[in-house]
């Protein structure tokens, strides 16, 4: 079964705090990664991208690294900021059925909360 | 990057009716859009693929006859939730894709 499992499903830090999330899938056959940060009533924005081969991407305080053969990623924020507090989202593609790029496997999402 | 917008961002309805909600892709053409809907604390649901010119492509589960998707033109689909009832209510969001998905701010619709 095609599945994206995140961890923690939720997390509290200390603003300039470093965070780890964790996103772990079961998607085949694979195409990409992405990470999105979804702001509480808000639409879904891409943080980083990542394929196959990949292994580590950075989108300023934010890098992404995956594991393919483990099929594991992860997202990392650097000193955190109170506006970092949203809902970050793991998103797998699986590769073109037919031409559709409709295939997403979306994760429930580790919802971080940053403090002051 | 490019901008998908959606309209109206929440709505309130009365059950029975129906409410339609626009998505448009403001600065490219997207033949294909899509639909999701997201309860809380849950992810993003697909429910349906939007072609244009064609009809679109519904997922297992998903009414076609109560989830109307009209994509009339390049830059715009529309979803229509008919004879809605408070079991509608949810987060609605598109998405056009151009290489990768870009998603709308969602639409939050509640139905009383």
């Known amino acids: 079964k095609n599945q994206v499992e995140q961890s923690p499903q939720s997390l509290i830090i200390l603003e300039g705090k470093n965070c780890t999330l964790q996103?772990?899938?079961?998607?085949?056959?694979?195409?990409?990664l992405r990470w999105y940060k979804q702001d509480t009533g808000r639409g879904p924005v891409s943080l980083t991208i990542m394929t196959f081969s990949e292994n580590t991407k950075s989108n300023g305080r934010y890098t992404a690294t995956l594991d393919a053969d483990t099929k594991q990623s992860s997202l990392h924020i650097t000193a955190s900021q109170l506006s970092d507090s949203a809902s970050y989202i793991c998103v797998v593609t699986r590769s073109n059925y037919g031409g559709s790029q409709g295939n997403l496997i979306f994760g429930k999402g580790t919802k971080l909360s940053v403090k002051p | 990057g490019a901008v998908v917008s959606q309209h109206p961002s929440w709505v309130i309805c009365k059950s029975g009716t129906s409410v339609k909600i626009e998505c448009r892709s403001l600065d490219f053409q997207a033949t294909t859009m899509f639909w999701y809907r997201q309860f809380p604390k849950q992810s993003l649901m697909l429910m349906a693929t939007s072609n244009e010119g064609s009809k679109a492509t519904y997922e297992q589960g998903v009414e076609k006859d109560k989830f109307l998707i009209n994509h009339a033109s390049l830059t715009l689909s529309t979803l229509t939730v008919t004879s809605a009832h408070p079991e509608d209510s949810s987060f609605y969001i598109c998405?056009?894709?151009?290489?990768?998905?870009?998603f709308g701010p969602g639409t939050r619709l509640t139905v009383l």
């Open positions: 996103c772990n899938y079961t998607v085949s056959p694979f195409s990409n």
């Open positions: 998405s056009a894709w151009q290489g990768i998905h870009f």
